[in-house]
């Protein structure tokens, strides 16, 4: 973290005494394993969102996926 403004957060003391070997173990301060939690947290949260995106799509975007899907490899973008 550079130049990174800080603040405390209060916790319990059981809390904090969760966190400190964690963070020690996978050589971060408290701050880096909380952060670090959260990152997951949120990929966890938008992948559980695509997820339920991609099982609500109904028969029509399905056809229009394949449509697209099978277009010929020159006319696909970054190809």
Excluded at 23 to 43: C, F, N, P, Q, Y
Aim: net charge positive.
């Amino acid at each position: 973290m550079t130049n990174v403004m800080a603040t405390t957060i209060k916790v319990s003391i059981e809390l904090r005494d969760r966190i400190n070997p964690h963070a020690r173990k996978r050589g971060v301060t408290a701050a880096g394993l909380i952060e670090g939690l959260l990152d997951g947290h949120e990929s966890r949260t938008r992948m559980e969102s695509f997820g339920r995106a991609i099982r609500g799509a109904n028969r029509k975007y399905w056809d229009e996926f394949r449509q697209w899907d099978a277009l010929p490899s020159e006319t696909r973008v970054g190809e």
